[in-house]
Structures are given as structure tokens and as C-alpha cells.
């Protein structure tokens, strides 16, 4: 089966115009991801602002140092620090590879 120059022609036309919406799709689901982490990232922080609430004397009503150190040496504190680096660390690559997507010819993306 032989093909002319013009169906060819339309194929490649077709092809490129495929590649570009599964781009497309691609900078969006990247930015998507981008904006779910970051409200995780404010989620997890309000928790520790809740945790470091709870320093606060029932006495005083002031935020004492011990109780705030004790606070912040909890397992659960640590983890929540932890998982809000991570995520932070996610964001900076993700918006490092969305940079790049957004680039006539983004070349090798970003690898963590």
C-alpha cells in the first residue's frame, strides 16, 4: 500500500497534534499535583501550629519553653516536619519539571 505526500503528510500533522494535547495534559497534571501538595503542606502545618498551641499554660495562658520543647520532641512532630520537607522537596522538582514542560523542546526532565 503506497501512500502520497499529502496523506503523509496529514499523518505527521495528526501525530504532532496528538503529542501536543498529551503535553498539554501532562503540564496540567503536573500542576494539578503541584497545588494538591501545597494545600498538604498547609494542612500539616496547621496541625502544627495546633500541636504548639497546646505549649500554652491552662494557667498564665502563655506559651511556656518547656511545654514547647516537649511538644516539638514528640515522634508525631518529628514526622509531620518530615513529611512537609518531603512534600516541599516534591513541590521544588515538580515545579523544576513544569518549567521545563512549558519550553518549546524541554529536553531530559528533572529526576529526583
Known amino acids: 500500500m503506497k501512500i502520497t505526500r499529502s496523506q503523509l503528510k496529514q499523518i505527521i500533522k495528526e501525530e504532532?497534534?496528538?503529542?501536543?494535547?498529551?503535553?498539554?495534559?501532562?503540564?496540567?497534571?503536573?500542576?494539578?499535583?503541584?497545588?494538591?501538595?501545597?494545600?498538604?503542606?498547609?494542612?500539616?502545618?496547621?496541625?502544627?501550629?495546633?500541636?504548639e498551641a497546646a505549649a500554652t499554660d491552662p494557667y498564665s495562658e502563655?506559651?511556656?519553653?518547656?511545654?514547647?520543647?516537649?511538644?516539638?520532641?514528640?515522634?508525631?512532630?518529628?514526622e509531620i516536619q518530615t513529611r512537609i520537607y518531603n512534600m516541599e522537596e516534591k513541590i521544588t522538582l515538580l515545579v523544576k519539571q513544569l518549567q521545563q514542560l512549558e519550553q518549546e523542546t524541554p529536553g531530559q526532565l528533572e529526576r529526583p
Open 16 to 51: 504532532l497534534g496528538s503529542l501536543s494535547e498529551g503535553r498539554e495534559e501532562h503540564r496540567q497534571g503536573v500542576s494539578d499535583k503541584i497545588d494538591r501538595l501545597r494545600d498538604e503542606v498547609e494542612r500539616a502545618r496547621n496541625v502544627l501550629e495546633e500541636m
Open 62 to 78: 502563655e506559651m511556656t519553653s518547656v511545654n514547647l520543647m516537649d511538644i516539638r520532641s514528640r515522634n508525631e512532630y518529628f
